[in-house]
Antibody
Framework: QLHLQETGPGLVKPSATLSLTCSVSGGSINNKTYYWGWVRQSPGMGLGWIGT???????DYNPSLKSRVTISMDPSKNQFSLKVSSVTVADTAVYYC????????WGPGILVTVSS | QLMVTQSPSASASLGASVKLTCTLPSAHAAYAITWHQQQPGKGPRFLMRLDSDGSHIKGDGIPDRFSGSSSGAERYLTISSLQAEDEADYYCQTWDSDIRVFGGGTKLTVL
């Protein structure tokens, strides 16, 4: 069974860069069949797709976030990461990592608050 | 533009059945979707992938009470024999070569 776990700081200052890591166990992120990505959920709101990547080098971002987001993979650690630059309070959300597919596997999520 | 539309809310009585709808644009009527459940205070849980012909692949441990069907650009999630723990938000999601989109979610209330 695949397991994903998000880690990173729970508090980020405005204008700083938010950095999160998703650690994967029970399977390799080097499998080109699958896509890995990030989703966020602002308080009281729905799910919002941030971006997706795979080991074949394909990376796509939500156009509304593209200028501030970077997703990268570290196959040696079986991890992938998310960076969001120039954060504001609007970036406060629970961030989920996921492996897309049937089935889709979700991490438990991590709350990141942007506040000074 | 790729998008999916869901009704904001639905309700049904304990033990009854409910059918939730996810609508694709007509230009994307052949697209598959996935359904996800989010119980209060929890993260999303994959329910199934649903194709345009109604065939679906469910996640491990998803009860037989959950089923999917399709008609044209509409994708449905039917939950039968409703239980209290089915009260949750239900999201559909679709994708294209370079984008993924979620619907706004349907909040299901079990009466």
């Amino acid at each position: 069974q695949l397991h994903l776990q998000e880690t990173g700081p729970g508090l980020v200052k405005p204008s700083a860069t938010l950095s999160l890591t998703c650690s994967v166990s029970g399977g390799s992120i080097n499998n080109k069949t699958y896509y890995w990505g990030w989703v966020r959920q602002s308080p009281g709101m729905g799910l919002g797709w941030i971006g997706t990547t795979n080991s074949g080098g394909n990376t796509d971002y939500n156009p509304s976030l593209k200028s501030r987001v970077t997703i990268s993979m570290d196959p040696s650690k079986n991890q992938f990461s998310l960076k969001v630059s120039s954060v504001t309070v609007a970036d406060t959300a629970v961030y989920y990592c996921a492996r897309w597919g049937a089935p889709t596997f979700w991490g438990p999520g991590i709350l990141v608050t942007v506040s000074s | 533009q790729l998008m999916v539309t869901q009704s904001p809310s639905a309700s049904a009585s304990l033990g009854a059945s409910v059918k939730l709808t996810c609508t694709l644009p007509s230009a994307h009527a052949a697209y598959a979707i996935t359904w996800h459940q989010q119980q209060p205070g929890k993260g999303p849980r994959f329910l199934m992938r649903l194709d345009s012909d109604g065939s679906h692949i469910k996640g491990d441990g998803i009860p037989d009470r959950f089923s999917g069907s399709s008609s044209g650009a509409e994708r449905y999630l039917t939950i039968s024999s409703l239980q209290a723990e089915d009260e949750a938000d239900y999201y559909c999601q679709t994708w294209d070569s370079d984008i993924r989109v979620f619907g706004g979610g349907t909040k299901l209330t079990v009466l």
